[in-house]
C-alpha cells in the first residue's frame, strides 16, 4: 500500500505564495497531482502531471500555480504564487499506479 505525505499547508495573505509537497512512499507509475476541497464544495482537479510530459492545471489556477514532479523521489511539488481568498481548501495529494492513492489534506488559507 502506497502511502503519501503531504506538506506546505498554512495561513498566507493573498497575493502571498505557499509551496506544497507530497512524497510517495513507493514508485508512482501514473499520475500525480493535487485536488482541493472548499468547505460545501466537491473535491477539484487543481493540478495533474503523468510519469512525463506536461503538466494539466485548472484554469482558475493557471498562470499562478506551477506543478513538478521528481520520479527519483517520488515527489510532487505544487508552488503557488499570487494567492486568492478562493483559493482557501483542503489540499488533497492524488497518485495513481496499481491503485489510486490519496494523502490525508493540507490546509491552505488565504486571508484577504
Known amino acids: 500500500q502506497v502511502q503519501l505525505v503531504e506538506s506546505g499547508g498554512g495561513l498566507v495573505q493573498a497575493g502571498g505564495s505557499l509551496r506544497l509537497s507530497c512524497t510517495a512512499s513507493?514508485?508512482?507509475?501514473?499520475?500525480m497531482g493535487w485536488y482541493r476541497q472548499a468547505p460545501g464544495n466537491q473535491r477539484e482537479l487543481v493540478a495533474v502531471v503523468g510519469l512525463i510530459g506536461w503538466p494539466n492545471y485548472a484554469d482558475s489556477v493557471k498562470g499562478r500555480f506551477t506543478l513538478s514532479r521528481d520520479n527519483a523521489k517520488n515527489t510532487v511539488y505544487l508552488q503557488m504564487n499570487s494567492l486568492k481568498p478562493e483559493d482557501t481548501a483542503v489540499y488533497y495529494c492524488?497518485?495513481?499506479?496499481?491503485?489510486?492513492?490519496w494523502g490525508p489534506g493540507t490546509q491552505v488559507t488565504v486571508s484577504s
Open positions: 492524488n497518485a495513481n499506479g496499481i491503485g489510486a492513492y
Open positions: 513507493g514508485s508512482i507509475f501514473g499520475t
